[in-house]
C-alpha cells in the first residue's frame, strides 16, 4: 500500500475546560484540564494510521519533552516519523479553552520549531512525496513548504489534499495544485468572501473556489455534516451523531485523515465522505485531539 504523506506541525494541547472564556485580566475557575499531543498535520497523521492508513508525518520538533510526547502518540497508532530536530528552538504548543457545556473550543497555536519547516525539508522528502498515494498538509506551517510539496505530488501525480486551516489568503497558483480542498465554514468564508452557513451556501463558495483552479471542495460544517462540490457532481454528506458531543477540538482533523485513508484505498466519493464522517462523528465523543481518533475496527462497525 502506497503512504499518506502529511506536511504539518505537532504541538503540546494544554486543554482548560471551563463554563466561559475569562475577560481580559479576569482570572476564573476551570473543571477540567488536560495536556496531550496536538497540531493539525499530527492529528490527522494519527487519525490516518488508526484508520487503517500507511500514515507518514513531516514536521520539525524541538530537542525537549514535547518532543518525546510526540514520538510517543506516533509510535503508538503507528506514524511514520520523518523528523528534522531544531535544538535552537521548541516543541509547538497550543492552549485550548473548552466550553464545558457544548465542547466547543477557542484555540491559540504557537508552533515553534515547526513555523521553521522550510522548502528544503521538504525537498529533502521529495522522494517520499513522490511515492505516496496521498499528500496531505494545512497552513499551520509555513506557506512556501506547503505549495512546495504540493507542487512535487502533483508532478508525480500524486493526489493532494489541502486543508486551509488556519485559514490564509491564497493564490490562484497554489490553489490550483489541490485535486481536494476541504475548508471548514470560516475557511471557506475567508478564501472567497462569501458567507457559509449551511449547505446550500457552501456549494455557491465551493463553486467560486472551483473557479479559482481547485479540482474538487468539500466544506466541513460541523453538525450539518459535509459539502462536496467538483463542478459535475454535488454532494452533501449528513453528520454521524452517536451521542453527546464530548470535544470538537480534532473533528476536522479526524475528517481529514479518514478521508486520506478512503481515497488511497480508491473508495468512490461517497463512500469516502462517510468513512470521513464515520471518523468524525465518532472522535467528537471523546475528549482530546489525537487520543480521540477512532480506530478502523471501530468506523468499519459504524459503517456496518
Known amino acids: 500500500m502506497k503512504p499518506i504523506v502529511n506536511l504539518g506541525i505537532f504541538v503540546a494541547d494544554a486543554a482548560f475546560r471551563a463554563a466561559r472564556m475569562p475577560r481580559m485580566g479576569e482570572t476564573i475557575l476551570g473543571s477540567g484540564f488536560a495536556l496531550g499531543p496536538g497540531g493539525k498535520g499530527s492529528n490527522q497523521s494519527v487519525a490516518s494510521a488508526m484508520a487503517g492508513g ?12 514535547f518532543a518525546a510526547m510526540a514520538r510517543s502518540i506516533w509510535d503508538k497508532a503507528g506514524v511514520t516519523p520523518e523528523v528534522t530536530i531544531d ?23 504557537t508552533p515553534g520549531a515547526a513555523n521553521r519547516i522550510s522548502v528544503a525539508d521538504v525537498e529533502n522528502r521529495a522522494a517520499l512525496i513522490e511515492g505516496a498515494a496521498i499528500f496531505i498538509t494545512q497552513l499551520e ?25 488556519p485559514a490564509a489568503s491564497l493564490t490562484d497558483a497554489m490553489l490550483g495544485l489541490c485535486d481536494y480542498l476541504t475548508p471548514n465554514e470560516s475557511e471557506a468564508e475567508a478564501l472567497t468572501g462569501l458567507p457559509v452557513t449551511d449547505p446550500t451556501s457552501a456549494e455557491t463558495a465551493a463553486r467560486a473556489l472551483l473557479a ?7 466544506v466541513t460544517l460541523g453538525g450539518q455534516g459535509a ?23 480534532g473533528a ?32 467528537v465523543t471523546r475528549p482530546g485531539t489525537a487520543a480521540a481518533m477512532p480506530s478502523r475496527a471501530e468506523i468499519d462497525a459504524l459503517l456496518g
Not at 535544538?87 to 466547543?104: H, K, P, Q, V
Not at 459539502?227 to 458531543?245: E, F, S
Open 54 to 65: 500507511k500514515a507518514h508525518f513531516i514536521t520539525r520538533l524541538g530537542n525537549d519533552d
Open 87 to 109: 535544538a535552537e528552538s521548541f516543541t509547538g504548543a497550543a492552549m485550548i479553552f473548552l466550553d464545558e457545556a457544548t465542547g466547543n473550543n477557542a484555540i491559540i497555536v
Open 141 to 165: 506551517q509555513p506557506i512556501p513548504a506547503a505549495q512546495r510539496g504540493l507542487e512535487i505530488a502533483r508532478a508525480a501525480g500524486v493526489t493532494t489534499i489541502l486543508n486551509p486551516a
Open 212 to 218: 479559482r483552479g481547485v479540482g474538487a471542495v468539500v
Open 227 to 249: 459539502l462536496y462540490c467538483d463542478g459535475a457532481t454535488t454532494l452533501h454528506c449528513p453528520a454521524m451523531r452517536l451521542g453527546k458531543v464530548v470535544d470538537t477540538t
Open 252 to 283: 476536522g482533523d479526524a475528517f481529514n485523515g479518514g478521508f486520506a485513508v478512503a481515497l488511497s484505498e480508491g473508495m468512490p466519493i461517497e463512500a469516502a465522505l462517510r468513512f470521513a464522517s464515520a471518523t468524525a462523528g465518532i472522535s
